[in-house]
């Protein structure tokens, strides 16, 4: 199942430099409708289309994760307490474009954001881009 890792940054503020580094691990489950385009024959003479766009949701389940900065370390159930939760569930919004160079081979892009807060009075909508290559059967 895929995993999400959202990375670290290093911000100055005034001199000051700030460490953060967010480690959540979730297991995902997308539905996405896609829109073929540019249909073609390979040499074996199967039809294949080269492009597919497609669009969707998915379900997002916090399994784990580690949050450290200069105030400490939250890790397993300190994620979830009253003073700092974050949310076991959420939905995040996809866009994906695939182009297939061969009938098998293809890489794909992918962008998804979160609509809504992950964490309760904080502001953050995380994001991610993901680049794959693909092989299909």
Same mark, same amino acid.
């Given at each position: 199942?895929?995993?999400?890792?959202?990375?670290?940054?290093?911000?100055?503020?005034?001199?000051?430099?700030?460490?953060?580094?967010?480690?959540?691990?979730?297991?995902?489950?997308?539905?996405?409708?896609?829109?073929?385009?540019?249909?073609?024959?390979?040499?074996?003479?199967?039809?294949?289309?080269?492009?597919?766009?497609?669009?969707?949701?998915?379900?997002?389940?916090?399994?784990?994760?580690?949050?450290?900065?200069? *105030?400490?370390?939250? !890790?397993?159930?300190?994620?979830?307490?009253?003073? /700092?939760? @974050? #949310?076991?569930? +959420?939905?995040?919004?996809?866009?994906?474009?695939?182009?297939?160079?061969?009938?098998?081979?293809?890489? *794909?892009?992918?962008? !998804?954001?979160?609509?809504?807060?992950?964490?309760? /009075?904080? @502001? #953050?909508?995380? +994001?991610?881009?993901?680049?794959?290559?693909?092989?299909?059967?």
């Amino acid at each position: 199942f895929p995993s999400h890792d959202m990375g670290s940054q290093s911000v100055f503020i005034k001199g000051q430099p700030r460490a953060f580094i967010l480690d959540l691990n979730y297991i995902e489950v997308p539905v996405l409708v896609h829109y073929k385009d540019w249909l073609v024959k390979s040499e074996t003479g199967r039809s294949f289309h080269r492009f597919h766009f497609g669009v969707g949701a998915s379900y997002n389940r916090l399994l784990s994760g580690k949050e450290s900065s200069l *105030n400490g370390t939250l !890790e397993g159930d300190q994620l979830f307490s009253v003073a /700092n939760p @974050y #949310f076991k569930n +959420h939905v995040m919004l996809i866009a994906d474009i695939n182009f297939y160079f061969t009938r098998n081979w293809g890489i *794909n892009l992918r962008y !998804e954001r979160a609509p809504m807060n992950i964490r309760e /009075n904080k @502001y #953050f909508n995380p +994001h991610m881009i993901v680049f794959r290559v693909l092989f299909t059967f």
